[in-house]
């Protein structure tokens, strides 16, 4: 080993990463006013950059990895030049897209602290205040959704990764085999079953690959018209499961689907449960939250009765990414699906006073402090005006739904919590002609495309009963009245030009005939 030169390292290290306070003072007011004035500029702003890939894969260019550094103050201008440039901005009044929210601005303040801090959440000994933050935000979000306040929980990156976190509990909690240390071929082992509804997100797939059940698991039971579990199916197929020897554990009650915002039957689910003595696991990561609202469907009172929930803090907290959150009933059922016998490097981790150390109750090991951003969001509006926001964005999906209903080019299909779907419809075209459907969906496709180069708004999509439709989530606390109320009219316009671009034949001959008739 080639000895340290004492010339090169005596006196003050200066690394290359490092800032004097006054530089990063300067640097860190000048960043703070150029997102002050990204948010205060966002209503004006085109939502979307309508860029290709390659456009903005060019933007970066191709230059090999740098060999020496630049100023942090040019490459802190150029980022945010760069980002505001050529982003699309969830936080923009008219993104109604997927399920996504704008940041809260406490949130992106905090996001600087925590990092300013670096708390390693995994361990109580590295995030004394940090860990017992997170302990007091999961308990807000029980109280906030009904769940009782000694439930086990921790936050994780997303509903994805909460749910699996409650999967995984669920199948150490119901199988009766020591499937920890055995896995799922253990002694008396039998067929693992799974029930959903059809409407289930997709985290249900990735969650039995991953934990080795194999997609044959899941019994998949249908949804009725309004895209809420059957149960009389449900039933059956637990029953009929039985019959044949396999082990059902677990059925999952989702909150909020994500293509029209259906709230299944959670308290009836829950019943149900506990006939067959399986794990009971709702999907809130949508609308979970909602149970605040007053507005909210009736049925969100059976969170309470479940195992666990997965609830998404980014979604309708408003918190910026990322941040999920996994609820289980019996705090003892989470730690017991994650914690493992210590190894050397761990022994030491202080065990006083009920310390917790949140590596074991969650599949990650460090962990950055998610809690303050929404800690923080939950301090500075309270209930009250959770209840408030959510509220009022269900109330503008209401009032979006109306206003379609009555346009006459707009047919509207859907409208649950938050979420509004309905498509664009000719005025000379009556749909259920197979024909018709198939130009219909054709057409809403280029309309929805065309919307969202627009920039003007941002919608995704749904397929309801196999029809694809335009569909507007209002997870937005930014989103007023008027910003609604112009939706309509910018879809019937863009409609109208797709219309005559996928036709022109059709549409010059109906032109023709309409003059002559005159
Ligand atoms: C969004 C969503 C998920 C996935 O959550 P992520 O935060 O994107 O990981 C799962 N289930 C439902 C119902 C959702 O709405």
């Known amino acids: 080993m080639e000895p340290v030169k004492s010339n090169s390292l005596a006196g003050p290290r200066n690394a290359p990463l490092e ?96 990092s300013a801090i670096n708390p390693n959440v995994g361990g109580w000994i590295l995030s004394p ?35 699996m976190v409650a999967f995984l509990a669920a199948r150490n909690g119901r199988v009766p085999w020591d499937a ?18 059809v409407e ?31 149960t009389g199916e449900l039933r059956d197929k637990i029953s009929a499961d039985r019959a044949r020897g396999d082990l059902p554990f677990m059925v999952i009650g989702t909150a909020g689907t994500v293509s029209t915002g259906a709230v299944d039957p959670l308290p009836e689910i829950a019943a149900i449960a506990r006939e067959h003595n399986l794990w009971f696991h709702v999907d809130g990561a ?44 019996d705090r003892n059922a989470l730690h017991d699906a994650f914690t493992q016998q210590r190894p050397p490097y761990y022994q030491l981790l202080q065990d006083a006073e009920q310390a917790v150390n949140y590596f074991e109750y969650g599949p990650e090991n460090s962990r950055s402090f998610r809690a303050l951003k929404i800690w923080l969001a939950i301090r500075q509006v309270g209930r009250a005006g959770y209840a408030k ?39 000379d075209l009556t749909p259920g002609d197979a024909k018709v ?11 929805l495309a065309a919307l969202q180069k627009s920039g003007q708004a941002f919608l995704t999509n749904a397929v309801v009963s196999g029809t694809f439709v335009l569909r507007a989530c209002i997870v937005n606390f930014r989103t007023s009245l008027a910003d609604v109320q112009a939706l309509p009219e910018l879809v019937a316009r863009l409609g109208a030009e797709q219309d005559l671009k996928l036709r022109p034949e059709a549409l010059r001959r109906r032109a023709a005939a309409h003059k002559t008739s005159i």
């Not at 289930?200 to 895209?227: C, E, R, Y």
């Not at 009022?392 to 999906?397: E, T, Y």
């Not at 206003?403 to 000719?426: K, M």
Request: net charge negative; with cysteine; charged share 20%.
């Open 19 to 114: 800032m004097t306070p006054e530089e990063f003072r300067s640097l860190g007011h000048r960043l703070v006013d150029d997102v002050a004035d990204l948010l205060g500029s966002l209503p004006s702003r085109p939502l979307s950059p309508a860029e290709s890939p390659l456009q903005i894969r060019a933007l970066l260019g191709d230059s090999p990895l740098p060999e020496h550094g630049t100023s942090a103050e040019t490459l802190l201008q150029d980022a945010a030049k760069l980002l505001v440039d050529h982003s699309l901005f969830n936080g923009h009044p008219r993104f109604w897209g997927f399920i996504t929210s704008p940041p809260a601005p406490v949130g992106i303040l905090g996001e600087m602290l925590a």
């Open 286 to 329: 949508y609308g979970g939250f909602a149970a605040v609202a007053p507005n909210a469907p009736a049925d969100l009172r059976g969170i309470g009765l479940a195992d666990s929930v997965a609830v998404d803090p980014h979604k309708w907290l408003y918190a910026p990414l990322d941040a999920g959150c996994a609820l289980v009933r």
């Open 200 to 230: 289930t997100h997709t985290w249900l797939h990735k969650a039995v690959d991953m934990f080795g059940l194999g997609l044959d698991s899941i019994n998949w039971i249908p949804a009725g018209p309004n895209q809420r579990i059957n």
């Open 437 to 447: 459907e198939e130009y219909l969906d054709e057409l809403n496709k280029a309309v």
């Open 389 to 427: 926001m959510i509220g009022d964005d269900i109330r503008l999906a209401e009032a979006l739904f109306e206003l379609v209903s009555a346009h006459s080019e707009l047919q509207a299909f859907r409208q649950g919590l938050s979420i509004a779907t309905f498509r664009y419809v000719p005025r």
């Open 129 to 163: 205040v940090a860990s017992e933050i997170e302990a007091q935000t999961i308990r807000w979000i029980t109280e906030m959704i009904g769940y009782p306040r000694d439930a086990g929980g921790i936050l994780v990156t997303g509903g994805n990764m909460a749910n």
């Open 180 to 197: 920890r240390k055995h896995g799922l071929a253990g002694e008396g082992s039998r067929r693992l079953r799974i029930y959903a509804s």
